[in-house]
């Protein structure tokens, strides 16, 4: 028996359901507002918003979002996504491509610390509502945090920054979004903890970085984890298509990571004649030796 024609129409326009955008011909709502009321009046850190939470920010939540943004475009061709995305324009790659095989590498080692940090900073909160201080709570976190992500501490220390220029202006912000009443300042105050405690581990300052920072800010405007790293990746590809653009203006031709000049470590066989009659004997005589084993 056929199904009624207009069962199978109601179940296509339930395939996909979606809170986010209403499309008619002539007409765009993203989050309810007509699109034309959207254009020219709000800004991209604010439409941001809007798409991923419901609605639209205060002006304090605007400024420290855009904040992280900006901090975390861009940290030179020495970052493995930049010099992706450079390496792929030489190679004869399109803008396109180029950006989404830099992307692509910002995984839980080039990419991940902010979410890390983030979900250490959960962990620590949730040991603080237990009523252990913040140093405690800290102390009673890094166990866990420490067997899902390994000995490193993402957010804190840099390897090539004593002290990382972008932290101070940040968590300023924050400060005075705090007293302002547009965060609860929870968060800045859980990262300094992390500073301290690591810094009093290890005998020396370990600082907060850029990860650290801005997971700080993602955490007060109440973003998960997993949704702290996809705005990382919104502001870094940035820098990404930048250095593509760049790239392309400059030139070149199937440039690798390292001039030609600069030699790489084999580790393998030193050189040798190739010999089938023997290679087929050694071969032969190892088998035979397993066999034997």
């Known amino acids: 028996m056929s199904e009624d024609p207009k069962a199978i129409i109601d179940g296509a326009e339930r395939w996909w359901s979606t809170s986010i955008i209403d499309v008619h011909p ?9 699109i034309e009321q959207l254009i020219g009046t709000i800004t991209f850190p604010e439409m941001i918003w809007l798409m991923v939470r419901g609605e639209l920010p205060t002006a304090g939540q605007a400024r420290l979002l855009e904040a992280a943004l900006v901090a975390s475009v861009d940290h030179g061709p020495h970052a493995p996504s930049i010099a ?3 390496m792929a324009i030489t190679c004869g790659a399109e803008l396109n491509n180029a950006m989404a095989s830099a992307i692509n590498v910002l995984g839980d080692v080039h990419g991940g610390a902010g979410q890390q940090c983030m979900e250490f900073y959960q962990m620590i909160r949730r ?3 237990n009523g252990r201080d913040l140093e405690a709570a800290v102390e009673a976190a890094l166990p866990e945090y420490q067997e899902k992500h390994g000995k490193v501490v993402g957010g804190f220390g840099h390897r090539w920054h004593p002290v990382d220029p972008r932290t101070a ?16 300042g929870e968060y800045i105050a859980i990262g300094r903890a ?7 581990k290890k005998s020396k300052p370990i600082p907060m970085n850029i990860d650290g920072s801005t997971a700080v800010i993602f955490s007060e405007l109440g973003f998960e984890p997993d949704m702290g790293r996809g705005l990382f990746i919104l502001s870094r590809s940035v820098g990404i298509l930048s250095h593509a653009w760049e790239q392309k203006q400059q030139g070149g031709r199937i440039k690798g990571p390292m001039p030609k000049n600069i030699p790489f470590t084999y580790t393998g066989t030193r050189r040798r004649s190739f010999d089938r009659e023997l290679d087929q004997q050694k071969i032969a005589t190892a088998k035979a030796d ?4």
Do not use: F
């Open 26 to 34: 002539g007409e765009i709502d993203i989050r309810g507002y007509p």
């Open 290 to 293: 397993r066999r034997r084993a």
């Open 127 to 129: 040991h603080a509502a």
């Open 169 to 184: 202006p940040l968590l300023g912000l924050v400060e005075e979004a705090a007293a302002a009443g547009e965060v609860t």
């Open 194 to 200: 992390v500073e301290s405690v690591l810094t009093r």
């Open 84 to 86: 992706i995305s450079r």
